[in-house]
T-cell receptor, first 112, second 118 residues
Framework: KQEVTQIPAALSVPEGENLVLNCSFT??????LQWFRQDPGKGLTSLLL?????REQTSGRLNASLDKSSGRSTLYIAASQPGDSATYLC???????????FGPGTRLSVLP | DTGVSQDPRHKITKRGQNVTFRCDPI?????LYWYRQTLGQGPEFLTY????????KSRLLSDRFSAERPKGSFSTLEIQRTEQGDSAMYLC????????????????FGPGTRLTVL
């Protein structure tokens, strides 16, 4: 059974810092991995999707990497801004079906 | 607006009542997913449709829960005889599985329906 963990659970940084969020999964036979952002009481916004054959994806100040063999993905946020404050979730779809498994999220606060 | 929409956004009900939620996916998306999310946790997969066929159901989906997607477009999730433990955010997502697209299987989520069972 696939399990997804995220470290740290919460993070508080001053504006302008670069930061890394971590996602780990137990079964490396994944189809893809997706990073999301969730604001309090809202739905999820897709940030980046990495297919199993890819090693990284970039969008603006965001860069996500994938290392299937070690069961890890990282989300790098450059030059953080207060508007980046949210919960960041990773989700993994394995090769056995359409069951996407989510991590518990990392709650990020960027202080002005 | 061409995103995923859900209705209602909030629902308060008494224990034992039935509730039904609706999800309208992005129009060209053939896959539709339902998730449940409780406070401080990531979403948990409930079920998934490809067109009108329900292809996968989680063990979380007890016999009080039923989902339909009769014409392969919108979907409904019904909870019968609600319990206080059903209180959660119910999220719907859609994706497209046509090969050759860069964003294959990227999930797009709706705003969710927050259910409170008193």
């Amino acid at each position: 059974k696939q399990e997804v963990t995220q470290i740290p659970a919460a993070l508080s940084v001053p504006e302008g810092e670069n930061l890394v969020l971590n996602c780990s999964f137990t079964d490396s036979a994944i189809y893809n991995l997706q990073w999301f952002r969730q604001d309090p009481g809202k739905g999820l916004t897709s940030l980046l999707l990495i297919q199993s054959s890819q090693r990284e994806q970039t969008s603006g100040r965001l860069n996500a990497s994938l290392d299937k063999s070690s069961g890890r993905s990282t989300l790098y946020i450059a030059a953080s801004q207060p508007g980046d404050s949210a919960t960041y979730l990773c989700a993994v779809r394995d090769n056995y079906g359409q069951n996407f498994v989510f991590g518990p999220g990392t709650r990020l606060s960027v202080l002005p | 607006d061409t995103g995923v929409s859900q209705d209602p956004r909030h629902k308060i009900t008494k224990r034992g009542q039935n509730v039904t939620f609706r999800c309208d996916p992005i129009s060209e998306h053939n896959r539709l997913y339902w998730y449940r999310q409780t406070l401080g946790q990531g979403p948990e997969f409930l079920t998934y449709f490809q067109n009108e066929a329900q292809l996968e159901k989680s063990r979380l989906l007890s016999d009080r829960f039923s989902a339909e997607r009769p014409k392969g477009s919108f979907s409904t999730l019904e909870i019968q005889r609600t319990e206080q433990g059903d209180s959660a955010m119910y999220l719907c997502a859609s994706s497209i599985d046509l090969s050759g697209t860069e964003r294959i299987n990227e999930q797009f989520f709706g705003p969710g329906t927050r259910l409170t069972v008193l």
